[in-house]
Each structure stands twice: as C-alpha cells, then as structure tokens.
C-alpha cells in the first residue's frame, strides 16, 4: 500500500528525536520523557494525516484529521532542527572536554538542552501558528523609477499571493484579506498565483470574496505552479467569471492620470506570464516574458510584469520590464527554510535589482502547509512607484 512507507518514514524520524532527546530527559524526570515518547508517537501517526486525511476519510473527519496533521508537522519539524542543532552542540562540548576536561558537564548539557528543546519547539510552533492565521499585515515599499512620468508619480500596486485556500484556509481567511486590499485604495490589485491548493469544486465557493476586490484599474492575476496541482485550466475559467483578468503570457494597456482633468495621461503595460514550470503540465502555457510584451507600444512608459517565480527575472529584464512582482518563495515560511529558498530562486523576499529590472517578491498573504510562520511573516504588499 501507497500509505505505508510515508507511515514508517514518519515513524523512523520521529523515533530519532526521541533516541537522541529522551536520555537527556529522563535524567531530570522520567515522567517528562515518558510524556515526550507519547507526544512523539502520536505525531508520527497524524502528521502523515495532514496531506493523506481526504484519501482515508471523510468529512467532518478528514478536515479533523487534516489540521491535526498539519500542526503536528510544523512542531515535527522545529523538533527535527533543534534535534540535529542540539547534537551539534553536545559534539562541540565533547570536543572541548577533551582540551579542557572538566570546563562543562556534558551531562548537565544533555539534561539542560533535552528539556529546553521540547519547550523551545512548543514556543516557535506556538507562534508560527499566531503569525500565520492572523491577517497579513501591510507592507509599504517604494519603487525608484528613473523618468517616472508626473501621471505615475504615486500610482499604487496591492500585491497579494501565495494564500493557499484549501484544507486550512477557507472563505473567512480570504475575506479578511479582501476586506483590507481594499482599504488600501489601490490603483491595481496583483495576485500573483499559488491562490488554491485544490480543484474548483472544492474550493471554489471559497474564493468567491475576491470578487469584491477594488481597485482603480482592476485586479491581475498570473499562475503558480499549484494552480497547475489542482486543474489550471478550470481555475482560469472560474477566477474570469469573478471578474479578474488573468494573464497568461500577455499584457493590457492601462492608461492612468493623477485626476480625470489631466490631458496627458501616462500609458502603462500590465504584462503576466503563466508559471515558470507550467510548460510542464501544458506546452501552451510555457512562460515567456518577451511574448507577454509583444506588440506593446514603444511609447508605454512603464512595463509592469507578474510571474510568479522571482527566477522569471532574467528573461524579464532581458525583456525590457521596469518592475517584476513574484512570489512562490513564502519568504521560507519558517526558520530554517529561509536559507534553502537561495538554492533555488535568485531572490527570497523584498525589493532587489537586476540590471535595469526591480524585482519585488513577497513573503506571501497565507501558508502552505502546516499553518506556521516564523521569522517570515505574511504580507500584503502596498507598492508605490515613485521617481527614482
């Protein structure tokens, strides 16, 4: 059975925090380490729950089993860190007992630093959880552009993405968002992909409340890659019939002025490309920024892209673009994941340059899996061009 083997992984992970953690335990109680093992066992069984629990059950349980999982996996995964960090540490000690014998007591370390852990881990996940189901807070961030033209001095972008409705993020979580892009009075809205984990069947009364977003010139979106987990091609059906304009390797002129008496206004592209894996599940969404521009007018002065990978960036900037909005990287959800987005992206969160290119990539307004966030809030992005 498929099932089995992610069960045992499970279970051979978790029975590694308790052989390291546990000795070190029962030194101080063995009621706390009796307690751990406990603790230990039972997350082992539903962690596995928080990806698996619509395949071996129903609602209401499954959504049960779901969050159940999904929590145990973000406390599994301090544990695991701080396991192999606190293994680290007593390596040192040992090493440093063996030049100065007697300096520390590697058994007051291993007592000392098996019951910190468990608390420690408690602690972070405790409020990874806070972070993440609170809503995304506003983050202001001004873009420098050379020659920004009087009409687009000021113009504002509300950037949201990365929100992962599905099995914990429902139509409350998104209204709360809604409810505060618009209070921010944006010229633009962008959602730039990874919005559903799941088909339009399942969720799609859940992102209903996106219809109510406002803006001057309306709302953008562009896809992830978990568009394409969970039916893109349905998903681009049912977000035009909200109202939003998706753009799937292609653009649309905006022309904006500081108020209607103006007799220049300035004419912008809002260009989007289809996400940077897409070719893989459809040819004919392969992402191409130099084909999202095509045809545009020489005398736009100002050419916005969204792509929801920062790595779209080369082939942006060699496009012409003044300014990419991405996403996709969660700005690493939590510690310490942060550090491994570099292996693959060329930028992890905020406002960075690329030759002549401003590439802007949020940390995300959601999560992806376990409802955890530390050390990487979630945003809403408020941008504003401004001359550089």
């Not at 992962?164 to 993020?169: A, N």
């Not at 019939?241 to 108020?259: F, K, P, R, W």
Request: with cysteine; net charge neutral; hydrophobic share 50%.
């Amino acid at each position: 059975m498929v099932l089995a083997p992610v069960f045992l992984i499970s279970l051979l992970l978790h029975a590694f925090i308790g052989w390291r953690v546990t000795p070190g335990l029962a030194s101080v109680d063995t009621v706390l380490s009796g307690a751990l093992w406990m603790v230990l066992a039972l997350s082992a069984v539903l962690m596995p729950m928080g990806m698996l629990a619509r395949r071996v059950a129903k609602p209401p349980l499954a959504n049960l089993l779901t969050w159940l999982g999904l929590l145990c996996m973000g406390l599994f995964s301090t544990l695991l860190v701080l396991t192999v960090l606190r293994e680290g540490l007593l390596l040192l000690v040992r090493a440093m007992d063996g030049f100065w014998p007697g300096a520390l007591s590697i058994v007051a370390v291993q007592s000392d630093t098996a019951l910190a852990l468990p608390l420690v881990a408690l602690l972070v996940t405790a409020l990874g959880f806070w972070n993440a189901r609170r809503t995304a807070t506003v983050v202001q961030v001004d873009v420098p552009i050379a020659n920004l033209p009087e009409a687009l001095q000021g113009f504002t972008v509300a950037q949201i993405s990365d929100i992962h409705v599905g099995p914990t993020i429902k139509t409350h979580y998104l209204q709360r968002i809604v409810d505060r892009v618009n209070g921010l009075n944006a010229n633009m809205v962008a959602i730039t992909g990874d919005l559903v984990d799941g088909s339009v069947k399942e969720l799609g009364h859940h992102v209903a409340p996106l219809a109510q977003l406002t803006s001057t010139h309306g709302t953008f979106f562009v896809t992830g890659n978990h568009e394409y987990y969970s039916g893109a091609h349905s998903w681009i059906d049912a977000l035009r019939a909200l109202g939003i304009q998706v753009l799937m390797n292609e653009h649309v002129l905006i022309q904006h002025s500081i108020d209607a008496q103006d007799p220049e206004p300035a004419l912008m592209v809002v260009a989007g490309v289809a996400d940077f894996s897409a070719h893989h599940f459809d040819e004919a969404h392969r992402s191409d920024p130099h084909r999202a521009i095509a045809n545009a007018p020489d005398h736009a002065v100002f050419k916005l892209l969204l792509a929801h990978q920062p790595r779209s960036a080369a082939a942006a900037a060699d496009a012409g673009f003044d300014l990419q909005l991405s996403g996709h990287t969660h700005g690493g959800q939590f510690w310490p994941w942060n550090h491994f987005v570099k292996l693959q992206q060329p930028f992890t969160a905020g406002l960075h340059k690329l030759q002549a290119l401003w590439v802007y990539t949020s940390r995300g307004t959601g999560y992806w899996g376990p409802p955890k966030r530390f050390g990487a809030p979630s945003e809403i992005t408020h941008l504003r061009l401004v001359r550089a």
